[in-house]
Nanobody, 126 residues
Framework: QVQLVESGGGLVQPGGSLRLSCAASGRTFSTYAMGWFRQAPGKEREFVAAINWNGGSTSYADSVKGRFTISRENAKNTVILQMNSLKPEDTAVYYC???????????????????WGQGTQVTVSS
């Protein structure tokens, strides 16, 4: 398994941007699919975005398509979530996750990810 540490959360006004980073330990990072999930108070954890092992395939929740972009740098053991045009409903704790998946199909359920970070708070408010 890999250990994951998120950073980059904070308070931002509606319409603003934030860039979340997830740093992974270990030499096998490039073999993992990576994902971002979020959980708002009183709600279940939900999928946000995912990327396959080499960055060739990505998937997004409908609620963030066109606003968020996931990317990875395997040489730096890092995955990034660029969030633009933020809305108050994007407020949540954001979690980075890693999972060993088929290289040809990206699975976005929480069960498909075995390692999780501690989360970083994102608050969108004026």
């Amino acid at each position: 398994q890999v250990q994951l540490v998120e950073s980059g959360g904070g308070l931002v006004q509606p319409g603003g941007s934030l860039r979340l980073s997830c740093a992974a330990s270990g030499r096998t990072f490039s073999t993992y699919a990576m994902g971002w999930f979020r959980q708002a108070p009183g709600k279940e954890r939900e999928f946000v975005a995912a990327i396959n092992w080499n960055g060739g395939s990505t998937s997004y929740a409908d609620s963030v398509k066109g606003r968020f972009t996931i990317s990875r740098e395997n040489a730096k053991n890092t995955v990034i979530l660029q969030m633009n045009s933020l809305k108050p409903e994007d407020t949540a704790v954001y979690y980075c996750a890693a999972g060993r998946q088929s290289p040809v199909m990206l699975v976005t359920t929480t069960a498909a990810f075995s390692s999780w970070g501690q989360g970083t708070q994102v608050t969108v408010s004026s």
